[in-house]
């Protein structure tokens, strides 16, 4: 049974840094095609945040392009998202995400791409 947990949200000010994590389990980490970050905030759909596939390319969208890097290390079977430049509109509740089948790419925004999901690691960017 495949698991992904995320951990590393929290409660930080506007302009800080924050590392979240998602430790996957249950199928061999470097067999998933690709990997992802989502978001949502109360009221709000879910919205992409960033994706690697297995070449380890990566997609971001316009928000958050050049503020947060995201990156897999396949011996710690673990994906990260590092965020830099916080503001307060990236306050929501953050979700990894992964698929082992290939994705058109100019697909990887799309929810319907992934087959498994963490519960999420809530963040909070104070003004």
């Known amino acids: 049974q495949v698991q992904l947990v995320e951990s590393g949200g929290g409660l930080v000010q506007a302009g800080d840094s924050l590392t979240l994590s998602c430790a996957a389990s249950?199928?061999?980490?470097?067999?998933?095609?690709?990997m992802a970050w989502f978001r949502q905030a109360p009221g709000k759909e879910r919205e992409f945040v960033a994706a690697?596939?297995?070449?380890?390319?990566?997609y971001y969208p316009d928000s958050v392009k050049g503020r947060f890097t995201i990156s897999r290390d396949n011996a710690k079977n673990t994906l990260y998202l590092q965020m830099n430049s916080l503001k307060p509109e990236d306050t929501a509740v953050y979700s990894c995400?992964?698929?082992?089948?290939?994705?058109?790419?100019?697909?990887?925004?799309?929810?319907?791409?992934?087959?498994?999901w963490g519960q999420g690691t809530q963040v909070t960017v104070s003004s």
């Open positions: 995400a992964a698929n082992h089948v290939p994705i058109y790419s100019g697909n990887y925004h799309k929810v319907d791409e992934y087959d498994y």
């Open positions: 249950g199928r061999t980490f470097s067999s998933y095609y690709a």
């Open positions: 690697i596939n297995w070449k380890d390319k990566t």
